[in-house]
């Protein structure tokens, strides 16, 4: 269950990122 808690949270994490990344994106066009 730990290893299961620990996955969602990165992929959380890289979900965030991308999201930010494509904020940044869109603030250059």
């Known amino acids: 269950r730990n290893k299961q808690n ?3 949270r990165m992929m959380r994490k ?11 994106l869109n603030c250059q066009l």
């Open 6 to 8: 620990e996955l969602l």
């Open 14 to 24: 890289k979900t965030q990122s991308m999201e930010e990344e494509q904020d940044q």
